[in-house]
């Protein structure tokens, strides 16, 4: 089972929150469980193709 990271907050009665690749895109739920079910999906259409221009977060080795 994939797995991958996100960044989650409360905001009154919502849940929002972001995968931690892509910081643009942000999502939001009535419960955490609903976030994270939308999260889900927006993973992936995030990596479909089929949307253009994402902007990503990556690591850069810097090792001399």
Request: hydrophobic share 30%; no cysteine; charged share 25%.
């Amino acid at each position: 089972m994939a797995t991958t990271r996100y960044v989650y907050w409360q905001d009154g009665n919502h849940w929002l929150g972001y995968i931690d690749e892509f910081p643009d895109y942000l999502t939001q739920g009535e419960t955490r469980e609903h976030l994270q079910e939308h999260l889900k999906d927006l993973y992936l259409d995030l990596n479909s193709g089929d949307i253009p221009g994402i902007r990503r977060v990556a690591e850069l080795s810097l090792s001399q």
